[in-house]
Structures are given as C-alpha cells and as structure tokens.
C-alpha cells in the first residue's frame, strides 16, 4: 500500500483530458462562423455518435448470463440508433455543406 | 492489438473530431472539415472492433445488422430531408444520442464485465456514480428532444405549457434524482438504476413543455450541449477518450450556441429554461395598442419601386422557411442585379427556429455566401440602403426593442430596417410576431406592407418586373 498514493487514479487522467478538451471546444467552436452553426449542430451530433463505441461492446458481450442477453439487446438498439445518427448527421452535414458557394465572378 | 495502441487510436480519432469542427470556421475548409470527422469515426469504430471483438458468430452477425440498419436509416433520412425541416431533424438527432446514452449504460450495467468496470452486482462506485450522471442526462435529453422535435414540426403546439407549482415538481424531481443517484452508488441494485432512468425522462418533458416557440433555438443549443455531456459521461466509464474529447467538444459547443441565442434575444439563460415566454403574457401586454392605418402596396408598386433603387437589403425570417421562399427571393434578386441594383442579405442571429437556419436556406437557393451578411456586420448599412426587403421576419426588425422601454423585448439588437429610404414588409397579416409583439413598423410612414403568402408575393413581384 505504500506506492499507492504515488499511482495516479485513470480518473484523473480521464479528467485532464475532458477539461482540457472542453476548453479547446471553447475555442474552436467561437471560431466557426455564424453563417455555418446549422451544419455545426449537425455535425456535433454525429460525432457525438462516437458513444457507438459503448453500444459495440454491449453488442458485442459473450452470452454467459441473463445480464448479458439484456446487454446484447441494449446494446443492439444503441448500435442502431447511434448508427442512424453517424450516417444521417454525418451525410446531411455534406449535403448542406455543398450548397455553400461563392459568388460567381 | 495492445491497449495503448487503441487508447492512441482513440485520440486520433478525437483530434480528428476537433478538426471538423475547426473546419467550419469557413466554407471553403467545411468540406474538408467534414470528411475529417468521418475518418476520424471510422478509425474509433474500428479500433472497438478490432480490439474488443464481439463474442460469438451471433453477436457479429447483430452488430453487422445492427449497423446496416442504422446506415440504411440514417442514409435515407439525409437524403430525403428537406432543408425547411432542419431544426426538427437536428432535435430528433439529438433524441437518439440521448436515448444511446441511456442503453449503453444500461447494458454496462447488466454486462460490467465487458467494459472492466466490474462484476455484476458488484461495479466499482466510480463508475456508477458517471453511469449515473450520463444516464441521467441522456434521459433527459431523450425527451426534452422529442417534445422540442413535435413542437418544431408542429406536431404540437409551440405556446408553452404551464403546469401549476412547476417550479416545486421540477425541484422535487432533482432532488430525488440526486437522492437514486447516491442510493445507486450504494446499493448498486437495478431498480435504483431505472429510478433514475424514468425521473430523468420525466424531467426532460417537464422542462420543455413550459418553453415557447420563439426560444427554441436556445432550447435546440441547450439539448445539443447535453447531449455532449451524457456522451462524456459515458466516456468516463468507458475510459475512452474519444467519447471524452467528443462529449466536452460537443457540450461547450451547444453551450456557447445557447450563448449566442440567448444575447442576440437580450435574454438571460435563466429566464429561458424558466419559460412562458412567448404565450398569453406577452401577448396581453403588446396587442392591446390601437390600430393605426397601415399602409398597403401590391406586388407591382413593389417591383418598381425596387427596379428603380440602387441598393436593396433583404431580411428573411422563419416567415420564408414556413413558405419556401427562398428560391422565388434568390430569382427576384437575380433580376435586380440585373438591373444594376446591389443586392446584400441580412441575417439576424435568432432569425429561423435554430441558429444558421437562414443561412443554410439562402445556401440551398443558390445565394453566394458573400452576399449574407450578419447583423453587426450590416446594421449600419441600411441607413444607405433605398430599401429593406422584410420576408418572413418580424420581430427581429422591431424597434421597439431600441425605443420603447416598457415592450418585453426591449435591449435585443435588431436589424434597424427603418432607417432604409422604403421599408417593405411581406406577411400574411397584421398580427403580431412569433414573441406576441405588436410592430409599430407596420404604421410609419415609409413602411409599404405586402401582405400574402411570402412565396406567392415574391413571385408576384418577379413577374411584376
């Protein structure tokens, strides 16, 4: 126990990493101009369907339990919705996107 | 392949999402930005996959399904959308990372041992107290985003709903939200667990139901933002710093988006979630002046009237969305610039039902991006301007806000269409705005009111000229 209090929780890391990013957002997202915030709201909530990865592994878990039944059903349903939300928000971002264009000269 | 190989894979994937989101600082680099994301989700789906396999033939085969289905879904639904249903599209988005959120905790819960945070039964209390919290959120997010995608697609009413004593239920219900979170952490047993879960849904419709139509772009900021932050919390008990990185990028972006909604309407945050705005109060205290003459024009006074001006400012507002507009105004536009006149559009920030909406309409009918301009960038311009061309909106033109001290919308910037030589007003009648407003614009005297649908006056207009 006596090189406990020497190992940093992962927690901690975990936490870093969140303050760290909420900051960068901070500045990244003043930086986008106000013309594009509809395709800024579309493209957040696909890349917030990054929670994917979590319905993956509940997809994914060996069948060994009743618990595991309800984790594989659980996380089916996430996997396809997280899925419409990565290809709908993802796809309609591009289209809007394209339909920017400048003036002609 | 090694756990520090995918933890690095996952922050790739991470830095990646804050580059399409760095991309939308313009449009030349949107594109771009766009594809970065994609990239960067393929890599954190592939890292999942490869390093934490599903179990058995079946589970394969119910991932597989699982993602063709949403793809298949997802694909049609961006392709058929039209762009006048933007905002409910983003709340029903916005709906299912909630509700994802919510079944991914649940099948930690059930299957700990899948996501090294435990044993069933027995799963470390860190991870039930960010379980907990992300849970929560999302539920929250969950129904919030479906009443705010039915009232958006007026599938139900905009007014607000005020329940009686709503303040105390609403207060109650978090505190005994905070009470099942600490009694989970405790006990760790199932029925706390979907306690949590059904407060947290119940709560997202209480706090929606009491908002008014003409705050949804807060309310669409706001549960873009907690959707980020359930996606963190379940980041958290993932370990997984891409749903880190991406919960906070998307949390601070919803959050400075209610910011910039919230200022542009002169009203604070608090006063927003409170609600009731945009009902029967506001309306009480604006429609009771007494009805001055307005003056009316017909579609071919305006026609000439704009043929023969050297500067036109066009000012749309969620009016244009509701009639689809926008390719009839870009057609007018086209032969005034034919004409020699300069053409320039002006965007209010709340103009729409959510932020940009004006911008990616105009987008859609072909309007160069140069020619939109923003409210601080053009507001000084209309005193030169022969006329401002109103299409949809209303309150945003109100000057009211700028001299009348006692109107409820009283210190919110709006664009200043009256010091124009002619103001021209297209609407469908003499009613108040969306916020139950009386404009006192309608009277003056260099105002001309078109009134009609905004897509058949515009038109009339065209062939006017």
Known sequence: MEHAAQVVDPFVFRLSIFVLAVFVGYFVVWSVTPALHTPLMSVTNAISSVIVVGALLAGGVANVSSGSGWARGFGFVALVFACINIFGGFLVTQRMLAMYKKKAK | ?465
């Open chain 2, 1 to 465: 392949m090694s756990a520090n190989l995918s933890a690095l894979l996952y922050l790739v994937a991470g830095v990646l999402f804050i580059l399409s989101l760095r991309g939308l600082s313009s449009p030349a680099s949107s594109r771009q930005g766009n594809l970065f994301g994609m990239i960067g989700m393929a890599i954190a789906v592939a890292t999942t996959l490869a390093n934490h396999p599903p179990a058995d033939a079946f589970a394969w085969i119910l991932v597989i399904v699982g993602i063709a289905i949403g793809a298949a879904i997802g694909a049609v639904i961006a392709r058929r959308v039209p762009m006048t249903s933007m905002p409910e599209l983003v709340a029903a988005f916005h709906s299912l990372v909630g509700m994802a959120a919510v079944l991914v905790a649940a099948g930690a819960f059930y299957a700990p041992e899948a996501f090294d945070i435990g044993t069933p039964g027995n799963i470390h209390k860190q991870s039930l107290v960010e379980m907990s919290l992300g849970v929560a959120i999302g539920a929250l997010t969950f129904t919030g985003s479906v009443i705010a995608f039915l009232k958006l697609s007026a599938r139900m009413s905009g007014a607000p709903i005020i329940l009686p004593a709503r303040h105390l239920i609403n207060i109650g219900l978090g505190i005994a939200l905070v009470v099942f979170i600490v009694r989970l952490v405790m006990t760790g047993s199932a029925i706390d667990f979907w306690l949590i879960t059904i407060i947290a849904l119940v709560l997202g419709v209480l706090i929606i139901i009491p908002i008014g139509g003409a705050d949804m772009p807060v309310v669409i900021s706001m549960l873009n933002s907690y959707s980020g932050w359930a996606a963190a919390g379940i980041g958290f008990t993932l370990g997984n710093s891409a749903l880190i990185i991406t919960g906070a990028l998307v949390g601070s972006s919803g959050a400075i988006l209610s910011y910039i909604m919230c200022h542009a309407m002169n009203r604070s945050f608090i006063s927003v979630i409170l609600g009731g705005f945009g009902g029967e109060t506001a309306a009480a205290s604006g429609g009771s002046g007494e009805q001055k003459p307005a003056k009316l024009g017909s579609a071919d006074d305006a026609a000439f009237i704009m043929k023969n001006a050297s500067k036109v400012i066009i000012v749309p507002g969620y009016g244009m969305a509701v009639a689809q507009a926008q390719h009839a105004l870009r057609e007018m536009a086209d032969l005034l610039k034919k004409e020699g006149v300069e053409v320039k559009y002006a965007i209010h920030p709340v103009a729409g039902r959510m932020p940009g909406h004006m911008n990616v309409l105009l987008a859609e009918a072909n309007v160069p991006y140069d020619e939109v301009f923003e409210l601080e960038d053009i507001n000084s311009e209309f005193a030169q301007a022969d006329i401002a061309f109103v299409i949809g909106a209303n309150d945003v033109t109100n000057p009211a806000a700028e001299e009348d001290k006692t109107s409820p919308i009283y210190g919110m910037p709006v664009l200043q269409v009256w010091k124009a030589g002619t103001v021209m007003f297209i609407k469908r009648s003499l009613a108040s705005g969306y916020a139950g407003i009386d404009n006192p614009l309608f009277y003056r005297d260099n105002t001309m009111m078109l009134l009609g649908d905004a897509k058949k006056v515009t038109e009339n207009i065209v062939k006017g000229m």
